[in-house]
């Protein structure tokens, strides 16, 4: 299926309020510099180029001092809604701000600000296994090492990996039922950390994606240089 069949339909929302305090940088890890553009600007390209989506959403922070200096935010693809204090809160905010543009049947992309890495094949795989699917799924990798579940650094147990996988972004849902899910979270004081998580408390269950290892995500400084790398060999 082409690209532009998608369009009518897709949209994406980029949380992008986070400080990221373990890259110990003098600004946030999406605006650090990731060759000619900022993080976050690698990413919104990333997706933008995939022609999926009609509009992508980014969530910032209210007092973000370095947003409107991108020249990318001049964009008529873009829409800036305000980010929030937790990841769920500022992809609330974006979806609040397609409510008077998508149906609640659109699919809602999600994908994390800092994941500059993600290829077009993916995005497409992620999309087309979801297409008939009636809750939606994610990327994620399954997990090859040997896990430990543990308690004051001693273990506990060890768990069996072949039923354990890592999240990726992107995360697609109809845009309705996501928007219910986060707010249900929210009222019941679910812990969310990922969009799926809010899913799963309403008793669906996402479908795994399997995605590409070099979809990674910038959190700690060696993040940068793999994130190049991985962008030079793409």
């Given at each position: 299926m082409e690209a532009k069949d998608f369009v009518k339909n897709c949209w994406a929302v980029v949380p992008a309020a986070g400080v990221g305090r373990r890259m110990l940088a003098d600004r946030p890890k999406q605006y650090l510099q990731l060759f000619e553009q900022t993080v976050l600007e690698q990413t919104l390209l990333r997706l933008r180029g995939s022609g999926i989506f009609q509009k992508i959403v980014v969530s910032v922070s209210a007092d973000d001092g370095y947003w409107s200096s991108l020249p990318i935010t001049k964009k008529q693809w873009l829409i800036r809604a305000n980010g929030g204090e937790q990841r769920a809160d500022s992809v609330l905010s974006g979806l609040n701000v397609l409510d008077d543009l998508a149906d609640p049947e659109d699919w809602v992309f999600v994908h994390d600000a800092a994941r500059p890495c993600l290829t077009h094949s993916d995005l497409f795989k992620l999309r087309t296994c979801i297409e008939n699917d009636s809750v939606g799924g994610i990327?994620?990798?399954?997990?090859?090492?040997?896990?430990?579940?543990?308690?004051?650094?001693?273990?506990?147990?060890?768990?069996?990996?072949?039923?354990?996988?890592?999240?990726?972004?992107?995360?697609?849902?109809?845009?309705?039922?996501?928007?219910?899910?986060?707010?249900?979270?929210?009222?019941?004081?679910?812990?969310?950390?990922?969009?799926?998580?809010?899913?799963?408390?309403?008793?669906?269950?996402?479908?795994?994606?399997?995605?590409?290892?070099?979809?990674?995500?910038?959190?700690?400084?060696?993040?940068?240089?793999?994130?190049?790398?991985?962008?030079?060999?793409?």
């Open positions: 990327l994620a990798l399954p997990v090859h090492d040997t896990l430990k579940r543990s308690a004051q650094d001693k273990i506990l147990e060890t768990l069996d990996r072949r039923t354990v996988w890592r999240a990726l972004t992107p995360q697609a849902f109809r845009l309705g039922v996501l928007k219910q899910a986060l707010l249900d979270a929210s009222t019941k004081g679910v812990l969310v950390t990922d969009e799926a998580s809010a899913i799963e408390a309403m008793g669906l269950q996402p479908m795994l994606v399997e995605g590409r290892a070099d979809n990674i995500k910038i959190t700690r400084p060696e993040d940068l240089a793999l994130a190049r790398f991985y962008l030079e060999q793409q």
